[in-house]
T-cell receptor, first 118, second 118 residues
Framework: GAVVSQHPSRVICKSGTSVKIECRSL??????MFWYRQFPKKSLMLMAT?????????EQGVEKDKFLINHASLTLSTLTVTSAHPEDSSFYIC??????????????FGPGTRLTVT | AQKVTQAQTEISVVEKEDVTLDCVYE???????LFWYKQPPSGELVFLIR??????QNEISGRYSWNFQKSTSSFNFTITASQVVDSAVYFC???????????????FGTGTRLTIIP
């Protein structure tokens, strides 16, 4: 159980276009989803936390208008990179957390999406 | 503020040797959780262990073992009789006490790239 998927796994887009990445919890309801960014050979940096039905909370230094996050249902969160530029090229990873049962509430990670902006 | 330090950026050992990956953390919380994740070349994070701050018992799982020393704020990870399949990047992470809404944040270390030489 506790499977999280991401789509697409890889995407190449042209500079100036927008790209949407989906994160789905396949077998549980995720009240909270997290979006991370990982540069090559670097650590994972939390970008934002999204709770179902409410606005995402962004980490300091992350542009809200650049990285649009929508958590419309308990099984789906989307990250849209707007007007992408080459410096947005990165590995984006989502995780999902459920509050069913007793804490602590484990985070389950998706397989990641590799974005390349040309 | 929370911080996780993995001083070893890269380690190479010959197959069958034992190897220890270091992790030192900083937090003001009295209740927290420590994690280790494995990231193989495919990119997907593989959960290895979670340990809460009140449980200082060392843990062994097959060839893996973890040494939690609260006095030195360390949570080291040892692989015995290493195998080529152990080659990956390993991340240590820390989360503060979970909230009722599962909004706990993970702070990752910078990772240690482990290469097992056949």
């Amino acid at each position: 159980g506790a499977v999280v998927s991401q789509h697409p796994s890889r995407v190449i887009c042209k500079s100036g276009t927008s790209v949407k990445i989906e994160c789905r919890s396949l077998d549980f309801q995720a009240t909270t989803m997290f979006w991370y960014r990982q540069f090559p050979k670097k650590s994972l940096m939390l970008m934002a936390t999204s709770n179902e039905g409410s606005k995402a909370t962004y980490e300091q230094g992350v542009e809200k208008d650049k990285f649009l996050i929508n958590h419309a249902s308990l099984t789906l969160s989307t990250l849209t990179v707007t007007s992408a530029h080459p410096e947005d090229s990165s590995f984006y990873i989502c995780s999902a957390s459920s509050t069913s049962g007793l804490p602590p509430y484990e985070q389950y990670f998706g397989p990641g999406t590799r974005l390349t902006v040309t | 503020a929370q911080k996780v330090t993995q001083a070893q950026t890269e380690i190479s050992v010959v197959e069958k040797e034992d190897v220890t990956l270091d992790c030192v953390y900083e937090t003001r919380d009295t209740t927290y959780y420590l994690f280790w994740y494995k990231q193989p070349p495919s990119g997907e994070l593989v959960f290895l262990i979670r340990r809460n701050s009140f449980d200082e018992q060392n843990e062994i799982s097959g060839r893996y073992s973890w040494n939690f020393q609260k006095s030195t704020s360390s949570f080291n990870f040892t692989i015995t009789a290493s195998q080529v399949v152990d080659s990956a990047v390993y991340f240590c992470a820390l989360s503060e006490a979970v909230s009722n809404f599962g909004n706990e944040k993970l702070t990752f270390g910078t990772g240690t790239r482990l290469t097992i030489i056949p």
